[in-house]
């Protein structure tokens, strides 16, 4: 159960808040002056300190202070009617999760208690220099359930559960064309709040679904506050070229030549794993983008999922075998219910190559000829 402390001075505001936090089964205790809060800091652990600023000569922000001097867990809320810019920076600095302006709603209070919990097992603050996809890639790894806000002209918000996209909100928009219109933008702010109930209104895998709407992005400028809006990935820009083009051309052709040697071959494509395109493919089976997009997101899985190199790390530990490289699979065989699943890592494992064939074919036939068309398709991956 999460443990609350409430420090304010007001006994009728402090009681209401207790009772209320009590009512959502919070362990809640109460103190109505700074040294009384560290005293039952010192008896007990406190997951979230919720304090006012003004409780006399030592403030809330003194408290934060002391927090912070000790070491503790313990995650701080500042509130206030009266906080300046300078209070709310300085709150920040110290370590605060959130600063409640007084009156707020029992939603914000209860978000803010939701986002400090959700901080105790983070950092918090401030980082330049990613993308809005970067960041969206980096909490999808960490399987983190989260809300992403971006400030824009118009707000947005993007929803993450256990890593996947399960709702966008901007304007009158929801669901993918809200993430299509965030994804579009060329800069704003963004801060993260802790996931409370949310609709799902995505379905989509992670991976599959950002390669489908970046190269709707791309292919269509979208307009936006009033001028067109271009992708500025260069990666992506590089498959635009006209040598691009060539290049994955003939990637297409090795992987057709693929599939019409091997008896029974549905498909065969080659997804470069630091971007997770599709770089190429061939199938027999009248596939769509939108599917030959969802093979290359489950080949990114297969090969850069969050637990593939820690398993690869732990496994070469617990044997007490040498550090020598990265901790990924080179080669995969995987069998279904119809299907069988050949793949196998190019260019250093910076790409891997797909089969997919009925379960008629001959096992070592498959391998023989995927392997046949390595020194094919190696030179042409970028």
Known sequence: MTSVLV?????????TLVRHLA?????????????????LLEQRRVDVLLTDLRLGIRDGIDLIATLRSRGTATRAI???AFATARDYQTATELGAVRVLCKPFTPEDLLDAIRQAIDCST??????????????????????????LTIGDAVTGHVYLQEGEIVHAEKGALSGEPALRAILSAQSGSV???????????????FSSLLLDLLRQIDESSLPFEGGLLELEDEGIRDWQSEEGERTMGKIDDACKEVVGKVDGAVACGVV????????????GAAYTQTLNEIVAAATMDLFRGPNVGRVEQMVRAHRGLPENGAHYFQEIHITSEHNFHFAKTLKQSR??????????????MGWAQLKAAIPIVE????
Do not use: C, W
Request: charged share 20%.
């Open 7 to 15: 420090v304010d001075d007001d006994v009728q505001f402090r009681e």
């Open 122 to 147: 983070g950092f918090r603050g401030s980082v330049h220099g990613l993308s809005l996809v970067d960041m969206l890639q980096m909490f999808h790894l960490a399987r983190r359930s989260i809300v």
């Open 191 to 205: 801060s993260t709040s802790a996931l409370g109930p949310t609709p799902r209104t995505i379905t989509r895998g």
């Open 379 to 382: 030179p042409l991956v970028p």
């Open 23 to 39: 009512g959502h089964g919070f362990d809640v205790a109460e103190a109505r002056s700074v040294d009384e809060a560290i005293s």
């Open 78 to 80: 500042l509130m206030s």
């Open 351 to 364: 790409a891997v190559i797909m089969l997919v064939t009925k379960k008629t074919t001959n096992i070592g």
């Open 272 to 283: 470069d794993l630091d971007t997770g395109m599709l770089l190429g493919i061939y199938n």
